[in-house]
T-cell receptor
């Protein structure tokens, strides 16, 4: 089915470990974003991309890195995990401003 | 700063009654406006959007939203609530300016509880 695929669905990391959250979409969307969702805070934008080779920082970029080598993939890297990064992470993609985003099912990350 | 406010953490309504989930925004210009719904342990699903035109927009599952430019509000409504509507609802906006990047700004969410 067409959509946004995120892997893994669950992950537990130790403080200081690094990992990559994967995100892929098959809708040929130019826009892709990573959000984190924390209780009572809604969704906050981490990084976003407006096309292959172009990325920019969102509201809470510290501790995260992204790249966009293809239109389909937009991985999110945690460089050195901290307990404050315990959250649910959503990847989303869109055709453009007036179209809304399609969200993946999320990755629940716990850092101990 | 650009922001979206959902003043109610939770809205409680009886099944069959009308419901309203409130949203106001502080974004310059005429932004694009969206509502999303999130069911437990799921991603967000698109409900409806306002781009231009009629101030009352209709969306999925019988939901509609009323845009009020003077009050910078975009309240979500449904004439008759269902128990299955119980979920977390997010309002989101994005600036319309051509030079602005496509950042979707979310409110903090409102939990809707529909009791039988």
């Amino acid at each position: 089915n067409a959509g946004v695929t995120q892997t893994p669905k669950f992950q537990v990391l130790k403080t200081g470990q690094s990992m990559t959250l994967q995100c892929a979409q098959d809708m040929n969307h130019e826009y892709m974003s990573w959000y984190r969702q924390d209780p009572g805070m809604g969704l906050r934008l981490i990084h976003y991309s407006v096309g292959a080779g172009i990325t920019d920082q969102g509201e809470v970029p510290n501790g995260y890195n992204v790249s966009r080598s293809t239109t389909e993939d937009f991985p999110l890297r945690l460089l050195s995990a901290a307990p404050s990064q315990t959250s649910v992470y959503f990847c989303a993609s869109s055709y453009g401003k007036g179209h809304g985003y399609t969200f993946g099912s999320g990755t629940r990350l716990t850092v101990v | 700063a650009q922001s979206v406010a959902q003043p109610e953490d939770q809205v409680n309504v009886a099944e069959g009654n009308p419901l309203t989930v409130k949203c106001t925004y502080s974004v310059s210009g005429n932004p694009y406006l969206f509502w999303y719904v999130q069911y437990p342990n799921r991603g967000l699903q698109f409900l409806l959007k306002y781009i231009t035109g009629d101030n009352l927009v209709k969306g999925s599952y019988g939901f509609e939203a009323e845009f009020n430019k003077s009050q910078t509000s975009f309240h979500l409504k449904k004439p008759s609530a269902l128990v299955s509507d119980s979920a977390l609802y997010f309002c989101a906006v994005t600036p319309r300016r051509p030079d602005s990047s496509y950042k979707l700004i979310f409110g903090s969410g409102t939990r809707l509880l529909v009791r039988p």
